[in-house]
């Protein structure tokens, strides 16, 4: 499928970012990527092209303001003037937009609604977002109080301080809230859940979009390479069907196992061959990463029984994509989520070296929403 990625914001900015930096070399799935935001410095540090980065709210005396409400009578203000940036590039032929943002943060989540709803009325096409849930020491002093040792929150702080945000938690309340009935769908990823004890945002802010960026990439970069054309291809239509169109909540997962893929003729290591692989083995590198993808680690963490969809795509080198055990994984996932709204895919890579399989769980239930909201309860 063809994907526009629109960044808002300084968490979305760095996220587009990391996502066209994690574009396969032999499948492009991306149309265009943009970045926008209020902010002149935080666009001239990204690498997306200078024609695809849009700065606005110039002049408006709200462009140096936090206030929730204020950024989003900005971005209603703004939202046309967006939509006519994406025609430096080609939306038109993208099969869906996928927003990123970070909602703890007023930029992004002032504006994310405002240009979700634009993009709907423009195009026929789904409009997913992909949001950034903030930690609980961003809004909270003593999240990490009881930390010692030489990455403790006060030697991390004291090397790297970072200005406190106590509204994070309400402003991402009150943006899901908003995107509600707008976004077909709202991909989460939770910082709390990935930041190491005693880490500051900054400091794990690369890592935790690497993770992102690379399960999305494996989701939408869909079926075959260049060179390979897969069995089962995951296009467009089977990613609107497990996202829908009813702003459900997603969670992403992602297991992976490196894999021999050539051997050495008479142990010389003098010449290499495409190396046979033997059924049980690829069965076994297919079991193990389909299982980790299920039961590892989520960008949300839930149940995954809780799911209402679900996608499964097994990738890596054609050889060691056993059909049978592909197909046994799609079975487990049907059997966790229930019910018979699971497809599932491969996503041949002859120069891979690794085995994966990406998780999409979609309409999932998460207890992390609920103690963000008694959070910004708090804070209110």
Request: hydrophobic share 40%; with cysteine; proline share 4%.
């Amino acid at each position: 499928m063809q994907l526009e990625v629109i960044g808002v914001g300084g968490a979305g900015c760095r996220i587009a970012d990391a996502i066209r930096a994690a574009e396969p070399a032999d499948r492009s799935f991306l149309t265009d990527v943009f970045v926008f935001d209020t902010d002149a410095a935080t666009l001239r540090r990204t690498v997306v092209p200078e024609s695809h980065r849009h700065r606005y709210g110039q002049g408006t005396g709200i462009d140096a303001d936090d206030d929730l409400e204020r950024r989003s009578e900005m971005g209603e203000t703004h939202a046309e003037e967006l939509l006519e940036a994406l025609d430096q590039g080609t939306p038109g032929e993208a099969d869906a937009f996928l927003i990123a943002v970070g909602l703890g943060g007023a930029t992004g989540g002032g504006t994310a609604p405002a240009l979700v709803a634009a993009l709907q009325r423009r195009y026929d096409a789904p409009v997913y977002v992909l949001a950034t849930l903030p930690a609980d020491r961003e809004f909270d002093p003593d999240a990490d109080a009881g930390d010692t040792g030489p990455h403790s929150r006060t030697t991390a702080a004291a090397g790297n301080a970072e200005p406190p945000r106590p509204t994070a938690a309400s402003n991402a309340v009150a943006t899901m809230e908003r995107l509600e009935g707008l976004a077909s769908a709202v991909v989460c990823f939770d910082n709390e859940a990935w930041l190491r004890p005693g880490e500051t945002v900054s400091d794990t802010r690369d890592r935790c979009n690497r993770e992102l960026a690379g399960r999305v990439a494996a989701v939408f970069a869909g079926g075959g390479s260049d060179d390979s054309v897969a069995q089962n291809v995951i296009d467009a239509s089977d990613i609107e069907r497990i996202l829908g169109n009813e702003s459900a909540i997603v969670a992403l997962g992602y297991g992976d196992q490196d894999v021999e893929t050539s051997s050495s003729r008479f142990g010389l290591g003098l010449l290499s061959t495409d190396r046979d692989v033997e059924t049980s083995e690829a069965v076994s590198a297919v079991e193990t990463v389909v299982r980790k993808g299920i039961h590892g680690k989520l960008t949300l963490e839930c149940d995954p029984e809780t799911a209402a969809r679900g996608l499964l795509v097994v990738g890596g080198p054609p050889t060691w994509l056993n059909r049978q055990a592909i197909a046994e994984g799609r079975r487990a996932l049907q059997s966790t989520v229930g019910g018979n709204g699971v497809l599932g895919g491969d996503a041949p890579r002859p120069d891979g070296e690794t085995v994966f399989a990406a998780i999409v769980l979609a309409g999932v239930e998460s207890e992390r929403l609920e103690e963000l909201r008694a959070a910004a309860d708090r804070t209110a």
